[in-house]
C-alpha cells in the first residue's frame, strides 16, 4: 500500500508539471479571447476549431497507434519508417485540408468563416507532428514538453499582442494554428532529414506502406470515434443554440476538459506499474479496478472544491458575462467522477486487447452524447453532454460486467461429466 501511495503521489506530480504549463496558457489563452471578444465570438471560435478537428480525422489513417508500434519494435527501419510515413500523412493531410478551406470559403462569408478558415489551418500540422513520435520512440520526451511549453507561451503572447493592439477576433485566433505549428515543428526540426533525405535503401519500402495503410484503417474508426466524442458537443449545441450561448458552455467545458485530462494521464501513467503487469486477464481487471477507486477517490475530491471555489475561479478567469456557465461547470466535475473511473477501467481493456469493447464504448457515447439535446428541457441543454457521457459510461460498464457475471456464474453451475 505505502508503495503504490508513493507511485500514486509521483506520478500525480509527474502530471502537474507536464500539464501545468499547458493548463495555464490554455486559461489564460481562453481569458483574453473571450473578455476582449466576447462571449458569441469565443462560441463562434470553439465551433470552428471543433469542426476542424472532427474533420480532420479523416487524415488520421496514419496516426500514433499505427506507426509507433513499428518505430519501437524496428529501429534499423525508422528512417524508412519515418520517411514513408511523412510522405502518407502529407498526402492525406493535404488533400483533406485543401477540401475543407474550398467548400468553407465557398459557403461561408461572415467572421465565422474567417475563423473556420484559420482554424482549418491547424490540420496541416500532422504531417510535422510525426517528429514528436520519433523522440517517443528514442525516450526523449522532454524535446515535446519543452517544444509544447514554448508553444503555449507563444499563444498568450500572440493574444497579448492583439489586445495590445486591439485588433479582431480574426487576427487574435491565428494564436491556435500559430501554437500548433510551434509544438508540431520543434521536435521535427531534429529529425527532418529523416523526412527529407531518402533512405540510402528502399527494399522493404512497399511491404512498409502496406503495413501502415493496414494498420491505419484498422484502428482508424475508434481514432475517428475518440475525436468525435471530444468535439461532438460543440458542434452539436453549436446547431441548436446561439452562438453567445455555445461560448458560455465551452467556457465551462474547457476547464472540465483540463481536469478530465489529469484522468487519463494518471491512469496511464500508473497502469505499466499496476495493471500492465497482471497475469492473466482477471487478474488485470482486478487491479484495474483498484485502479480506478483511487481515480475516483481524487476526482470526488476535485468536486468538492469546486463547490467552494468554482465560483470564484471562474468569475475571474471569464469574467460576469459568463457567470451562467458556473453550474454547467461543477455539474461537468461532478461527472468527471465516473471519466475518472472509465480512465482506470479502460487500462484493462488495453491489457486485454479488447479494442472492439473500447470502440463499442465510443459508439454508445456518441449516440448518448446525439440524443441528449433532444430529451433534455431546452432550459438544461448545456448540461446534457456531460450527463450523456457519464451515463452512457456507467451502462457501458454495466453492462460488461453484467455480463462477465452471467458466464461466470454459468460456468459454475454446469454439471460435472
Known amino acids: 500500500m505505502k508503495s503504490f501511495r508513493t507511485l500514486l503521489l509521483s506520478s500525480l ?43 480532420s480525422s479523416a487524415a488520421l489513417i496514419f496516426s500514433a497507434q499505427a506507426v ?3 518505430f519501437g519494435r524496428h529501429p534499423r527501419l525508422r528512417h524508412l519508417v519515418f520517411y514513408r510515413t511523412f510522405r ?12 475543407f478551406l474550398i467548400i468553407v470559403a465557398l459557403l461561408t462569408q461572415s467572421s465565422s468563416g474567417a475563423l473556420m478558415l484559420i482554424a482549418g489551418l491547424v490540420m496541416l500540422c500532422e504531417p510535422v507532428a510525426l517528429g514528436s513520435l520519433m523522440a517517443y520512440a528514442e525516450t526523449k520526451p522532454w524535446v515535446i ?5 514554448y508553444a503555449s507561451g507563444i499563444r ?27 509544438a508540431a515543428a520543434a521536435p521535427f526540426s531534429r529529425y527532418r532529414t529523416l523526412a ?25 474508426p475508434a481514432i475517428a470515434a475518440s475525436v468525435l466524442v471530444l468535439r461532438m458537443d460543440r458542434l452539436l449545441l453549436g446547431a441548436l443554440m446561439s452562438k453567445t450561448d455555445l461560448g458560455i458552455y465551452s467556457a465551462a467545458a474547457s476547464l ?7 484522468g487519463t494521464t494518471l491512469a496511464l501513467a500508473l497502469a505499466p506499474a499496476m495493471v500492465f503487469v497482471a497475469r492473466g486477464e482477471e487478474q488485470s481487471r482486478n487491479k484495474a479496478i483498484r485502479l480506478s477507486v483511487y481515480l475516483a477517490a481524487i476526482a470526488a475530491v476535485a468536486m468538492v472544491g469546486s463547490l467552494f471555489l468554482g465560483r470564484p475561479v471562474f468569475l475571474l478567469i471569464y469574467g460576469h458575462a459568463f457567470e451562467a456557465g458556473i453550474p454547467v461547470m461543477i ?21 486485454a486487447r479488447r479494442y472492439r469493447l473500447m470502440t463499442v464504448k465510443l459508439i454508445v457515447t456518441i449516440v448518448a452524447i446525439g440524443s441528449s439535446p433532444f430529451v433534455l428541457p431546452t432550459a438544461l441543454m448545456m448540461y446534457a453532454p456531460a450527463a450523456a457521457t457519464a451515463l452512457s459510461i456507467v451502462v457501458f460498464w454495466a453492462a460488461v460486467f453484467g455480463q462477465g457475471q452471467r458466464i461466470k456464474v454459468h460456468h459454475e453451475t454446469l454439471p460435472v461429466q
Not at 88 to 93: D, E, F, I, K
Not at 145 to 149: E, L, N, S, V
Not at 256 to 262: D, F, K, P, T
Request: aromatic share 12%; hydrophobic share 55%.
Open 145 to 149: 514538453t519543452r517544444a509544447k511549453a
Open 256 to 262: 472540465v476538459e483540463q481536469w478530465n485530462s489529469v
Open 196 to 220: 527529407f533525405n531518402r533512405p540510402r535503401s528502399l527494399h522493404g519500402s512497399e511491404t512498409v506502406t502496406r503495413t501502415l495503410i493496414a494498420r491505419g484503417l484498422r484502428i482508424w
Open 13 to 55: 506530480s509527474g502530471v502537474v508539471c507536464e500539464k501545468a504549463i499547458g493548463a495555464l496558457a490554455a486559461v489564460a489563452s481562453n481569458h483574453l479571447f473571450a473578455t476582449l471578444y466576447g462571449a458569441h465570438f469565443f462560441g463562434e471560435l470553439q465551433f470552428a476549431l471543433s469542426l476542424a478537428y472532427v474533420v
Open 156 to 182: 498568450v503572447l500572440w493574444l497579448l499582442g492583439a489586445a495590445h493592439a486591439s485588433v479582431g477576433a480574426v487576427v487574435a485566433a491565428f494564436a491556435w494554428p500559430l501554437e500548433a505549428y510551434v
Open 68 to 70: 509507433s508500434p513499428i
Open 88 to 99: 502518407l500523412r502529407l498526402g492525406s493531410t493535404l488533400g483533406v485540408t485543401l477540401l
Open 331 to 351: 455539474f461537468g466535475t461532478a461527472c468527471s467522477i465516473v471519466t475518472f473511473v472509465d480512465a482506470g477501467l479502460t487500462t484493462w481493456l488495453i491489457a
